[in-house]
Structures are given as C-alpha cells and as structure tokens.
C-alpha cells in the first residue's frame, strides 16, 4: 500500500506559477510511476504529466508542455509538479498517483490515488 499526500494548490493569477508537491509513504517510492492529473468540475480525469523510476524519462500533456515540470526526489519520498506561465483553464483538482511497470496515461492503470489539491486561477 501507498498512501499519498498532496499540497501546495491555491489561488493564483494567470501568468503565475504553483509547485505542487506529493509526499509518499507505505512502500518504497522509488518502485513506483508517479503521476500527476487533474479534474476541472463537470469534467473527466485528465492525464498531465508522469515520470519514470529514476526521473530521466518524462512524459506531458501537450496542453502543458513548455509550461510544467514534474520532477521527483527519491530520498525525500516526494514528486513535484512546478506549473508556471498558468492559464484560467488549468483549473482543477490536481491528484497524484503511483503505479508499477511503466509510464502511462491512462488513470485507469495507477494503482494508488491521493485526496488532490485545488488549483484555481484567475484571469
């Protein structure tokens, strides 16, 4: 078991920037695909952004690209998602995830969810 543990959304402005953080616990973090996703109300799950084991390998929504980073820390047990340049329609609940095997995007396939933080901003 996994448990994860968001932090770090809140109100921004568009054209600001928000680092996201996910704490992990339970098992060791560097067996695991992280991902980050995302839920506008009214909307599905969408994919934003995954790493592999060592965080040489990364892989992003086009709609993000060139505006977020994710990136992990292996001895702290954390990944990061450092958004900048944000938009009004990046609004939503931001989750991570965890997951075996390989890099996806498909929700479906992440074994372990945490609770999301929200992310809003302004125009």
């Known amino acids: 078991q996994v448990q994860l543990v968001e932090s770090g959304g809140g109100l921004v402005q568009a054209g600001g920037s928000l680092r996201l953080s996910c704490a992990a616990s339970?098992?060791?973090?560097?067996?695991?695909?992280m991902g980050w996703f995302r839920q506008a109300p009214g909307k599905e799950r969408d994919f934003v952004a995954a790493?592999?084991?060592?965080?040489?390998?990364?892989y992003y929504q086009d709609s993000v690209k060139g505006r977020f980073t994710i990136s992990r820390d292996n001895a702290k047990n954390t990944v990061y998602l450092q958004m900048s340049s944000l938009k009004p329609e990046d609004t939503a609940v931001y989750y991570c995830?965890?997951?075996?095997?390989?890099?996806?995007?498909?929700?479906?396939?992440?074994?372990?969810w945490g609770q999301g933080t929200q992310v809003t901003v302004s125009s």
């Open positions: 339970g098992r060791t973090f560097s067996n695991y695909i």
């Open positions: 790493i592999n084991l060592s965080g040489d390998y990364t």
């Open positions: 995830a965890a997951k075996w095997g390989y890099v996806t995007t498909n929700a479906g396939q992440y074994d372990y």
